[in-house]
C-alpha cells in the first residue's frame, strides 16, 4: 500500500477529515436526535452541521489539488472502495427503512401538511439519490484499480456475503408469505358487554363510562386515576410483528397542578419476553405529547383550544414521533391512530395518523424483539396528574405488522359507517 504525503497535505488532511467529522456528527443529531436533547430548533443544529462540512472541505480540496498526497497500491484502493461501499450501503438502508416520516428536522417556515410532506419527499430521497451515486462511483473507480491485482479471490469475498444476503432476504420473503392474514388478536369494540366485550378486565376509577363512539359505544375515560386493564388472550407473540390501533377524541384538558408530565398515554400493550434466562416486561404505546409550555398550578383545569398535542408512540425504548408540529392531533374530533412494529428483516417503527403515515424510525436501542403479547391498558395509569382525558373506540392488535393499504382501509371503512 502507497499513501504519498506531504506534512502540509497531512496538516489539511487531519484538520478536514475532523472538521467533517464534527459536521457529519452534528447533523445525524439534528435527525435523529431525541427533542429532549435540544435546547435550539433542529434546523439550527442542521444549519451549523452543514457549516462545519462545508468548512472541512475546503482543507481537503487545498490539499488534493496540491498533489500533496497520492493513493496508490492495491490495498489501499480496497480499503477506500469498501469505505465508500459501506457508505453506499448505509444511504440505501436509510431510504428503504427510515424514510422521510423517520427524519425529525423541522422546516423554519410554516406550510401547508402536504406541501410540507412532498417538500421532505424530494428533499430527503434528492439527497440521498446525490450522495449515494457519487458514493457508489467512487466504490467502483477505486475497486476497478485494486481489482486486477486481487483476482479472483475477491471475486470470491464478495460474492460470498453477497450471496449469504440474497438468500437470508429469500427466506424472510418466503416466512412472511407463509404467515398466514389472520385477524386481530383482541378486538374491543366496547358495544357488547361493557367495558370490556368478552375480555377480561379490571377498573380503575371512577370515570370508566360508556358514551356514543365512532361506530356504536365508546369508552370514556376521565383522567387522573382512571384506566382500564384488558387481558390479552394467550398464544400471540410478535414473531411476526405488532399493530396497535385504535380511534380517539381527546378533550382540550390538562391537570395544571403539582409536577404532571406533558405526556398523556392513551394506550399500552404490555409483551413478556425472556432476557438472560428470566422474563422482561416491555411494552408498546401511544400517547399525546403537549407542545409547548403546561398551564401553571392555579390556572384551573387548562380548559382551552390553545393546547396543541401531537400523537408520538414507543416500541421498546425506540420513540416514533412526527417531526416538531407536522400533525396535531385536534381536540374533540375522533382520529385514529396506529403503530406498527415490522420485524422484516429489521426492526422497523411506523406511526400512521388518519391513515397516513405520520412517523417512521428504526431500532437504534432496545426494541422488544420476540416477545409474547399479555395485557392493554387504556388511560394514562402511570402520570397522575398528566392523564389522557378523552374517547377511546375500536382497539384493535394484531400480533403481525399491517400494511399501508390495511391501515388505510380500516380508517377508511369505519368512517364510512360513523
Request: glycine fraction near 12%.
Amino acid at each position: 500500500m502507497t499513501l504519498a504525503m506531504t506534512p502540509g497535505a497531512r496538516r489539511d488532511l487531519v484538520l478536514g477529515g475532523s472538521v467533517i467529522a464534527v459536521g457529519i456528527a452534528l447533523l445525524a443529531f439534528a435527525l435523529f436526535g431525541d427533542d429532549e436533547g435540544f435546547r435550539a430548533p433542529r434546523w439550527v443544529v442542521a444549519t451549523v452541521a452543514l457549516c462545519f462540512v462545508a468548512s472541512g472541505v475546503i482543507p481537503l480540496r487545498v490539499a488534493a489539488s496540491s498533489g500533496g498526497f497520492t493513493l496508490n497500491g492495491t490495498y489501499a484502493n480496497a480499503a477506500v472502495s469498501g469505505a465508500l461501499a459501506a457508505c453506499v450501503l448505509a444511504c440505501v438502508w436509510m431510504m428503504v427503512a427510515v424514510g422521510p416520516e423517520g427524519i425529525a428536522l423541522d422546516i423554519p417556515i410554516t406550510l401547508p401538511l402536504e406541501v410540507e410532506r412532498a417538500v421532505r419527499t424530494v428533499v430527503f430521497y434528492g439527497v440521498l439519490g446525490v450522495v449515494t451515486a457519487a458514493c457508489l462511483a467512487g466504490c467502483l473507480y477505486t475497486f476497478g484499480r485494486a481489482l486486477p491485482a486481487l483476482g479472483h479471490t475477491t471475486l470470491v469475498a464478495i460474492a460470498a456475503p453477497l450471496l449469504g444476503a440474497v438468500i437470508w432476504v429469500g427466506i424472510q420473503l418466503h416466512q412472511d408469505r407463509a404467515t398466514p392474514v389472520s385477524g386481530p388478536a383482541l378486538f374491543l369494540s366496547f358495544d357488547r358487554r361493557f367495558p370490556g366485550d368478552e375480555y377480561l378486565t379490571r377498573v380503575q376509577g371512577d370515570e370508566i363510562i360508556a358514551r356514543p363512539g365512532v361506530s356504536g359505544s365508546g369508552l370514556w375515560v376521565g383522567g387522573s386515576g382512571d384506566w382500564l386493564d384488558v387481558e390479552i388472550p394467550r398464544g400471540f407473540d410478535t414473531r411476526s410483528g405488532l399493530t396497535l390501533e385504535l380511534w380517539i377524541k381527546r378533550e382540550n384538558w390538562v391537570n395544571p397542578y403539582l409536577k404532571g408530565r406533558n405526556l398523556q398515554t392513551v394506550a399500552t400493550v404490555e409483551l413478556e419476553r425472556e432476557y438472560r434466562g428470566r422474563p422482561e416486561i416491555q411494552s408498546v404505546s401511544l400517547s399525546m405529547e403537549l407542545l409547548g409550555s403546561r398551564p401553571g398550578a392555579g390556572d384551573g383545569l387548562g380548559q382551552t383550544d390553545a393546547l396543541r398535542y401531537r400523537p408520538v408512540a414507543r416500541v421498546g425504548e425506540v420513540r416514533v414521533a412526527p417531526p416538531g408540529s407536522a400533525t396535531l392531533i385536534p381536540g374533540n374530533r375522533w382520529t385514529h391512530l396506529a403503530i406498527v412494529y415490522d420485524r422484516f428483516l429489521v426492526d422497523r417503527m411506523r406511526l400512521y395518523v388518519d391513515g397516513h403515515l405520520a412517523a417512521r424510525a428504526m431500532s437504534w436501542s432496545d426494541a422488544p424483539g420476540f416477545a409474547d403479547l399479555r395485557t392493554l391498558r387504556l388511560g394514562t395509569g402511570a402520570e397522575r396528574y398528566g392523564a389522557y382525558r378523552g374517547m377511546i373506540d375500536e382497539v384493535k392488535i394484531y400480533n403481525r405488522a399491517l400494511a399501508d393499504d390495511e391501515i388505510a382501509a380500516e380508517t377508511a371503512g369505519t368512517k364510512s359507517g360513523e
